[in-house]
């Protein structure tokens, strides 16, 4: 298979990855004797936008594959990235040491680990092709870090490539992004999606396409549903939520619950992650068995980061399922909409006809338009920090009031 496989249904990004990859290979040539391209379509650094899962980061890493390949076929005319070879098959795993792959289970990235990345791309490349550097969450950047960042991609090394990845040009530092090659991805088609679910993962056809139709396009979040059974439990409870808002007792009851429930995703990735990572590093800093797990002096420090990151990546899972209740809470509210409005349109939540309709004879398109806006109230209220069970009280008491 091509590094391009996964990437679903964003041809005209695939078409320009694959030029600018070519071309990237023939420079690499050419410093050995072949003549450059006259018009080179690759560049330094690049900027895939889209929105949530539309699978910006996998076309970066899938560019980055291609920019690795060592394929015999490049020699006689075929397109670098062909999936099989060391160069491709390393990028994709994960384990290639010319391809570094930052992604964040924090609410920021920093100075110094972005300082970190920024001598790391002044190295020159081991395997005499590029240094890539592939920052998955380049809208985390603190304005701090990316100033650092900044004079990174104005002054780059000659063979480091940076390929930044943000839901939007907006969500990138203006000064960035115009040294930057801009691609924007779409939101890939329902039904594209759930084939590459079947193709890729093995799922059941008619799982997959409940999935993909659900999630309306997003790759991570359909792969999410259809193979993991809470994921799917947590969804139908919150599409629940809006028959159980009828008096002010349900709704604070409703709002306790998706906390409840975003507070347990923080639970279960703690209890999977924070034990191996404390493990690793006790081990690592000398932590010898019959001395009652006692740390040797001087180490305290290093054992309490890795606790304060713990406890930031906990609120940044809290957050993220928070959102994803919230975001498929909207789902429901458009499909009431669309019913209302006599729309011929596939519903996302077919599964919940019964109660779309429900509420759909119970009010107006005007009500469920200022209920999407409460929705959109929480979501601005929850990322300007505010308590979070109070913003979804005040969401739940507003979907109450329409």
Not at 12 to 28: C, G, H, I, K, N
Not at 132 to 140: C, F, G, N, S, Y
Request: hydrophobic fraction near 45%.
């Amino acid at each position: 298979m091509a590094v391009w496989d996964d990437l679903v249904g964003q041809d005209r990004v695939t078409e320009q990855l694959a030029a600018a990859a070519r071309d990237a290979d023939a420079l690499v040539t050419a410093e050995v004797g072949a003549p450059p391209p006259a018009a080179s379509k690759m560049t330094h650094a690049w900027l895939f936008t889209g929105p949530p899962g539309s699978g910006r980061a996998t076309a970066a890493r899938a560019f980055a594959a291609a920019l690795q390949c060592v394929s015999p076929d490049r020699a006689l005319g075929g397109a670098p990235g062909c999936g099989f070879c060391e160069g491709c098959h390393t990028t994709l795993v994960g384990t290639h040491a010319d391809v570094e792959v930052v992604r964040t289970d924090q609410l920021s990235i920093g100075v110094k680990e972005t300082r970190d990345l920024v001598r790391r791309a002044q190295l020159s490349p081991a395997g005499g092709r590029w240094q890539v550097i592939v920052l998955e969450d380049a809208d985390r950047l603190t304005e701090g870090a990316g100033n650092v960042l900044l004079k990174a991609v104005e002054e780059p090394a000659p063979r480091t490539v940076w390929l930044l990845c943000a839901p939007s040009l907006e969500d990138v530092l203006p000064t960035i992004r115009s040294r930057c090659r801009s691609l924007t991805l779409r939101t890939p088609p329902v039904a594209a999606v759930a084939d590459l679910l079947v193709r890729r993962d093995g799922i059941d056809p008619a799982l997959a396409a409940q999935a993909a139709r659900a999630t309306q396009g997003h790759i991570g979040r359909a792969r999410r549903l259809a193979t993991d059974e809470r994921a799917r439990a947590r969804r139908e409870a919150v599409l629940r939520l809006p028959l159980r808002v009828d008096d002010m007792g349900g709704c604070l009851k409703a709002a306790q619950e998706l906390i409840d429930a975003a507070a347990e995703d923080a639970k279960q990735v703690a209890e999977e992650v924070d034990t191996k990572e404390t493990e690793e590093l006790r081990a690592a800093l000398g932590a010898a068995a019959g001395t009652g797990g006692r740390l040797p002096r001087g180490t305290a420090g290093a054992m309490k980061d890795l606790q304060d990151r713990q406890k930031r990546r906990a609120t940044r899972t809290q957050r993220d399922s928070l959102d994803l209740a919230l975001t498929d809470l909207t789902g429901f509210y458009r499909d009431v909409l669309a019913i209302q409005l006599g729309s011929r349109s596939e519903l996302a939540n077919t599964e919940a006809r019964d109660a779309l309709e429900r509420i759909a004879r119970a009010s107006g398109p005007e009500r469920t338009l200022r209920r999407i806006e409460a929705i959109m109230d929480c979501r601005r209220a929850l990322d300007r920090n505010v308590a979070p069970l109070l913003a979804v009280e005040a969401m739940t008491v507003a979907l109450r009031a329409g």
